[in-house]
């Protein structure tokens, strides 16, 4: 048998109401003491899973995010192919600095894009790991 974690009345699996793996009655439920008390569990797991448990190996990248390291690892390649491509033959062309603008723009572009393809999928993983580290389960019981 359950009780809520607040008032310690009797719960049973319909009447119990869950926030951050905490059951309540519906009495309790949003109330100034259960809020309180919930602060309180919260902070204590937060800590002991930082210590406990740091970053493992299971915390997989999310597709989103191997989508984007795909797509900064192209915008790289692309814009050091479209650089090597529209590189002048310095046997044709007069050698001035505008010459190389073309080839060097999309080169700078390239690595540009990859940074912030690489960046944005780093930060979306990031953000898996924070919304899952502030994720409980309901207990089985
Ligand atoms: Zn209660």
Redesign the pocket.
Known sequence: MMN??????E?TESSARYEMNIA??????G?AQ?KEYILSKTALSKSASEANLPITADDEYSPLSLLLFLLSAIALLGGIFICAVMWPDATEHELKILTYTPSITWLITGVMQFSLYAALGQGLHYLKLISKSSKHTPPNN
Request: glycine share 0%.
């Open positions: 809520c974690e607040i008032c310690k009345c719960l309540h009655c519906k009495n309790c439920f109330s259960a």
